[in-house]
């Protein structure tokens, strides 16, 4: 207990550990070890962002992927996955919907290879020119530098691209189709581009062990992202990981607080992935030292065929009717919705 204490004061005065540190700290994990740590990340996140927790409309634009991940819903080789792919006016309706009710940042995330880079740009550029207060944040998957140029001149503000794990071994037992390295360079030329850059990575994924996770905090550590989105893997019965072990929504929120010592400032969401697997996963999450919501703006219609796992919270639900119940259930734990743009503060107070 006092050698994990120790190690979480060094983190959140110098926000650095070594990763064979890391490492020891997360197999020190215990209930009032992640406690000590939530109080730690949650003194350090109010100190730049108060009590705010920003919100986010998720858009999620198609479902259809080039890709063949391991664990996913939506994955190429998935024949009982209904595809769909949404039109633009659909998308736009989603944003005016949105922006009714208060949204100014829309993050649209589809499968990889929805679309095409002149086809995102366009939308981008509408999206821009109908709602100039809002930002566009897009999770759209691999590209060349060229193209995330593109997206950033048409007016993107931020992407985000989960590294899923920073080990190259990992990595390739998990991805059969897709290269470590393409997914690193497309992470450096996201920051170098002067995108709002989010990654993150799977708790409790097949092969992940605690060297493995110490190498995703020092990762997050010296890639400094200005967003970091992590969540429990969750089984889906489609995949060929149908019957691995879920990952645990305890570690997950221990997880969150360690990341916001790594880097005080940074934007980090409470997934709806936390939220499935444990009721009171965004609750956890915030208390922990996330700060971030993505309520679903999909047509409803829609949304259960975006599947990337099992029973997936929030299906079926109005826009209306799920932000009105994440202001009810942030209220209830002391925070307070902000119905701001939500861009990363760089350390400001």
Avoid: W
Wanted: charged letters at 25%; one cysteine or more; proline letters at 4%.
């Amino acid at each position: 207990m006092e050698q994990a204490k120790k190690l979480i004061d060094t983190l959140a005065r110098e926000h650095t550990l070594t990763q064979d540190e890391y490492a020891l700290l997360v197999s020190l994990y215990s209930p009032e070890i992640a406690e000590y740590a939530a109080g730690k990340a949650d003194s350090l996140r109010r100190e730049i962002y108060g009590n705010k927790v920003y919100i986010r409309g998720l858009i999620e634009i198609g479902n259809a992927c080039r890709n063949n991940c391991y664990y996913c819903g939506i994955r190429r080789s998935n024949k009982a996955c209904e595809r769909y792919i949404l039109t633009r006016e659909e998308i736009l309706a989603c944003c005016e919907e949105g922006y009714n009710l208060g949204f100014r940042t829309f993050v649209l995330q589809s499968g990889e290879g929805c679309f095409t880079c002149s086809e995102i740009c366009s939308l981008i550029k509408e999206i821009k020119a109908k709602y100039p207060d809002c930002a566009v944040t897009l999770s759209l998957g691999e590209f060349t530098r060229d193209e995330y140029a593109a997206m950033k001149a048409a007016g993107a503000d931020r992407y985000l691209l989960r590294h899923e794990t920073a080990d190259r071994e990992h990595y390739a037992s998990l991805h059969p189709d897709m290269d470590f390295d393409s997914r690193m360079r497309c992470l450096s030329d996201l920051h170098s581009l002067g995108f709002q850059t989010g990654c993150g990575f799977m708790v409790g994924s097949p092969g992940q062990t605690v060297q493995t996770i110490a190498k995703d905090l020092k990762f997050i550590e010296e890639f400094q992202p200005e967003m970091c989105g992590i969540g429990p893997f969750i089984p889906h019965a489609d995949t060929p990981f149908a019957n691995e072990k879920a990952g645990s929504a305890a570690l997950t929120v221990f997880l969150l607080s360690l990341i916001r010592l790594i880097k005080p400032d940074i934007l980090l969401p409470a997934t709806t992935a936390l939220a499935t697997v444990d009721p009171l996963g965004r609750e956890k999450g915030i208390l922990a030292g996330a700060n971030v919501i993505m309520p679903n703006l999909s047509p409803v219609a829609v949304r259960k065929k975006y599947s990337l796992y099992d029973g997936k919270v929030c299906t079926g639900e109005e826009s209306a009717q799920c932000l009105k119940c994440v202001e009810t259930r942030m209220k209830s734990i002391g925070f307070e919705i902000s119905y701001s743009r939500g861009d990363y503060k760089n350390g400001k107070i």
